[in-house]
């Protein structure tokens, strides 16, 4: 981000450990950087807009993880690059516009997108909450508003254009 000096630049986080590294980093590259100690959910506080939102490590630790995509997308207005912890199946699916009750063939295709729910703790870590599946992030990010999305070398990395056909709400204050 230094690199492209943008007029502005704002970080949150609710950990003040993590805001105190962005603070050294934002000396360190002589980068103006606006932090705030806040959560996903929240960001509409802010009461701004973004050209571009970099969603990285934050998905998988969040309890309502669609919510918060929806509250992004709200202050998004055009680009998000999002990665995320991918679990189960790598493979696309690709979704009818509706399935019939009786058909429950369709939850046992590898590639059906799903999440994964950890109870207590991955890795020594009990904020870890959800992995979704490659096919149920790129359907979380769709119906957040995000469409086209692009994969890119990394396989759980993905570069999101903010859905022109949906119009953001505006922003409340």
Sequence with gaps: ???????????IDIMPFELAKARFLSHWFDQPVELYQLSVYDVA?????FDQVVFVGVLYHLKHPLYALERVAECCTDTMYMASVIRGAFGE?????????????IFDHPDFPRM??????????????????????????????FSPI???????????????DVTAPPIPG
């Design 93 to 105: 699916y690709e979704t009818r516009d509706d399935y019939a009750a009786g058909d429950l063939s």
């Design 116 to 145: 994964y729910f950890i109870e207590k703790s991955y890795n020594g870590d009990p904020t870890n909450w959800w992995f979704p599946t490659r096919s149920c992030l790129k359907a979380m990010l769709r119906v957040s508003g």
């Design 45 to 49: 506080h802010l009461r701004t807009r």
């Design 1 to 11: 981000m230094a690199q492209h000096r943008p007029a502005r630049l704002v970080g």
């Design 150 to 164: 692009a994969d890119t070398t990394e396989p759980d990395v993905l570069v999101c254009r903010r859905n022109r």
